[in-house]
């Protein structure tokens, strides 16, 4: 217990120190931070038993939030793979006015699908990645069957040159991915692609036309430290941990915060996925369910690329109703397609590190 609370006395110190501002400081102290050590003991965990009163150095801001349980029927979360509202546990911070986390909502064995459409579909042309910058449509046509065979295998030869999956970092997804709702229209998917050396720097998503709407975020795979800050940089950022399965809202106020991801956690010794991923996904679905069955072999090459990566999706509303795209780019729009969808950073990326992380 002592040396927890030394550890959190020297990253509030760390924040108030002149120098780079305090966004920074966190970001690059839990970048170099060491799973299971007095490091990590001001990171808020909200999936802890006690988390109505919350765990870490920020734990006096969390506060339990409510959700409107009759916004979704318990058949439509069902559908979804998620449990009826009434069960979801979702909290807040003081001081983050639209900042909603929920742990994991999903059924047991559901999160199967989302991981698998992450992989095997979202990846496919005509949606945009990374790749497409340094190779042709047709090397990156159809990632996951060119990777399958190297995932299923990866433990045989562990020296073997990564696969085209476990070389993706982003994939964009347009209109033809438009789930119609009450209030909110989800026009636009990312996914971030993580390996245990990455890191998403400091940013505020601000490349949709409209900002009024809530960013939905959904994480699936391995653990990761999520930092949110305030409008400016220099204010102190709140740390917590991003399990898979757990979902964040950010809207209103919280929606033009700084954000980041600065570590993304190894698995428990002698564990290679979270528990939660260890369940299968029913072999009776509803009947209008959109989750789809998941065979033993696709799960193997899921299962295999999660033992060290983490996925993130956020889903978000471009435009306002009644809103168009304007025919020409706007002034502060014209910049590279890249730009506000993903800024992930890894020891090995070929591709400079000024490109792909906005904190350098």
Not at 23 to 28: E, G, P, Q, Y
Not at 323 to 343: M, W
């Amino acid at each position: 217990m002592g040396k927890m609370a030394a550890a959190m006395g020297s990253v509030a110190t760390l924040a108030t120190e002149p120098g780079e501002d305090a966004f920074r400081k966190l970001f690059r102290f839990y970048r170099q931070s060491r799973p299971g050590t007095p490091d990590l003991g001001g990171v808020i965990d909200f999936s802890a038993a006690h988390a109505a009163h919350g765990t870490g150095l920020g734990a006096h801001k969390v506060v339990r939030a409510q959700l409107s349980v009759s916004s979704v029927s318990d058949h439509d979360a069902h559908r979804a793979g998620l449990q009826p509202v009434s069960k979801w546990r979702a909290y807040g911070l003081e001081g983050y006015p639209g900042f909603i986390f929920i742990p994991n909502p999903f059924l047991p064995g559901y999160q199967w699908h989302w991981v698998k459409q992450c992989l095997k579909l979202y990846s496919q042309k005509p949606n945009v990645c990374n790749l497409d910058k340094h190779m042709t449509k047709e090397e990156t046509q159809d990632l996951w069957e060119q990777s399958k065979e190297f995932l299923r295998h990866k433990e045989v030869n562990k020296r073997r040159p990564r696969s085209l999956l476990e070389k993706l970092r982003w994939v964009t997804l347009g209109y033809h991915y438009n789930w119609d709702s009450k209030g909110f229209r989800a026009e636009a998917g990312i996914l971030n692609y993580y390996r245990l050396d990455s890191t998403l720097g400091i940013h505020v998503d601000r490349s949709e036309l409209d900002h009024s709407k809530p960013l939905l975020s959904f994480s699936f795979g391995q653990s990761a430290i999520f930092l949110l800050g305030g409008l400016k940089r220099e204010e102190v950022p709140t740390a917590m941990f991003m399990h898979s399965g757990d979902i964040m809202v950010m809207a209103g106020f919280s929606r033009l915060l700084n954000h980041a991801v600065p570590k993304v956690l190894p698995s428990p010794e002698g564990k290679s996925l979270p528990c939660c991923l260890q369940t299968p996904l029913p072999a009776v679905l509803p009947r209008d369910s959109v989750v789809e069955p998941c065979s033993v072999e696709d799960w193997k090459v899921c299962a295999s690329y999660l033992e060290t990566a983490r996925i993130n999706m956020t889903v978000r509303q471009v435009l306002a109703t009644d809103q168009d795209f304007p025919l020409e780019p706007v002034e502060e729009n014209k910049r590279d397609i890249t730009a506000g969808f993903c800024h992930l950073d890894d020891k090995n990326s070929q591709v400079k590190r000024a490109r792909l992380n906005p904190d350098s």
